[in-house]
Structure formats: C-alpha cells, structure tokens
C-alpha cells in the first residue's frame, strides 16, 4: 500500500446500493483508487466487481448489471410464489437468480487471492451470532454469505457455519478499514443515514426504525472513536424518494438509472469542495 491507503467501504442497503456506483464513479474520474474495498451486503456485491477491476471501468459494468434483466430476476418472483415459498420455508426467494448473477460476473471459481486489490466481506454468524468477515476462500459464496438477507434469501452455509446478512452485525463498517490501515476511507452509504427518523406509524415501520437505531448507532461510535490521522469521508447520495421506505422498495428496480446519476452529481460536488485529489505519479 501507499503511504496513505485508501479505502472504499460500501455499506448495505438493498436495491438502493445502485447510487454505490455513481459515487464510484465519482471517485474514480476524481483520480482516487482503493488500496483495499471493504463490503457488506449489497456493498459485498459492489465490492467485490470493485476488487476485481479498481478503475473507472467497472463502474460501465456495473451499470450494466444494474440495469440487467439478471439483476431483475434476484427478488423477480410472483407474489403467489413468494407466499408458497415462505410458507413451506423461512424465506421468499431463491438464492440461484443472485448466484447465477455472481458466477457470471465473477467467475464460478474465484478466489479471494485472485482480486487485484485486498477485498474484504461481513456476515453475520448464525451459530456464534457474531460479525464474521470473510477475505479468504471462494469469493462468491462469501458474496452470498453477506447479502443473505433474512426473510428474503436463505442462510448461506460455509464449512458447517450458517451465515446471515452482513448488515445485522455492521452495516457501514468503517472500523474494519481502519484495522486494514487505510488512512483515507470513503464511505459509499445508500442514504438512509441521511434522512431523519420518526415515530414508527404502521406496523412494517416497527422494524424498519428499531434496525435504523442499531445500524446508525454503530456508525456514530465508530467515526466518534476515529484515531486522530484517519480522515472519513461520508459521501452523498444526491436524495432519495419517498417509495424508498415502503416494504416492496426491495423489488424496485425502475428508479436504478436515477439513482446513479443523483449519487454521481453529488459526490463529484462533494469531493470537488472537500477532498484535495490525491497527487499524480512522481516525474523523473
């Protein structure tokens, strides 16, 4: 690593991780590079394509995933299928739309050691109900252990271990970049953490707050207790919409493109006024 690595966390959050990629991009055409990419969940999706291929390029390629019928079939099941599913199991959809997804843009037989920069991905430990990060073995498998969520996919079993949605345990895990050594960490949020809340007022909204509270919770406590020479960047999403908190937002994939343009325009903004672009090669 550089003198002063730098770190892409991505948080988690569903179908709203698609505005990953506009501050992606932002980065990038900013002229930073990640030293190591640190994921949860859908971040852990991101993320990994990010290790795979760190330059502007992969953020073409993660538009085009996004915006793929692919990416469509992962949470694509009638609602009558959902139902039966659910009601013969503990989860609605089937994990194979995600793996397919995954083995066709990663590689069915890749590695963690086969990325070109260190990649690392949380999940939740069922047996131990502990944060597990994963940043050896087969890089898929990991990717799914992390995005598992509880209630839409099955857990997914590692060596005997059954693992669960990243986001349960660490949602935007700036503590991991900073046990890496990364200096200068940008975080990739999905918005909810820029959005006040308030007193839940339908039953589903239950949920939704009291998770809010924890993953917030987390976030506060690890920037509070930064060490003094590590500079943290929260990076803007640009907005989001009202659907965004409705039960069903999981399965809307037509506001994607959107997203992406409002998260770019912002973080571009946002790094211009903020953040000195890193130095260019030394000449001779």
């Known amino acids: 690593m550089v003198n002063s690595p730098v770190a892409f966390v991505l948080g988690g ?13 932002a980065l990038f ?44 079939t992962v949470y ?3 609602i009558g299928r959902q ?3 659910f009601a013969a199991r503990t989860h609605l959809h089937s994990p194979l739309p995600l793996r397919r997804l995954l083995e066709a843009e990663l590689g069915e037989q890749t590695t963690f050691a086969d990325v070109k920069v ?8 069922i047996e131990r109900a502990a944060e597990h990060w994963f940043d050896s073995g087969p890089l ?3 990717v799914l252990a992390s995005s598992a969520v509880p209630g839409l996919l099955p857990p997914m079993e590692i060596a005997g271990e059954h693992y669960v949605d990243g986001g349960i345990v660490n949602s935007i895990p700036i503590g991991e970049a900073v046990r890496l050594g990364a200096k200068l960490i940008f975080v990739l949020q999905v918005g909810r953490v820029e959005r006040a809340l308030s007193v839940p007022r339908r039953p589903w909204e239950v949920a939704q707050v009291a998770f809010e509270i924890a ?5 506060a406590r690890e920037l509070a207790s930064l060490p003094d020479d590590v500079r943290v960047h929260v990076l803007p999403t640009g907005g989001g919409e009202s659907r965004d908190d409705s039960p069903w937002a999981y399965r809307d994939m037509a506001a994607v493109g959107r997203r992406i343009s409002r998260a770019y325009t912002a973080s571009r903004r946002y790094l211009a006024a903020n953040v000195l672009p890193p130095p260019g090669p030394d000449v001779p």
Not at 118 to 125: G, I, K, R, T
Request: glycine share 12%.
């Open 140 to 142: 898929v498998d990991a």
């Open 118 to 125: 260190p990649f690392h991905c949380c999940a939740a430990s």
């Open 215 to 219: 993953r917030r919770h987390r976030f």
């Open 29 to 72: 055409r900013a002229g930073f590079r990640p030293d190591v990419v640190v994921g949860t969940s859908i971040g852990a999706v991101n993320g990994a394509l990010v290790a795979q291929d760190p330059s502007e390029a992969v953020t073409d390629r993660l538009v085009r995933l996004w915006t793929s019928p692919e990416a469509a």
């Open 83 to 85: 139902l039966r599913r």
């Open 76 to 78: 694509g099941d009638s």
């Open 13 to 25: 959050g569903g179908v709203l991780g698609a505005v990953e990629v506009g501050m992606l991009r």
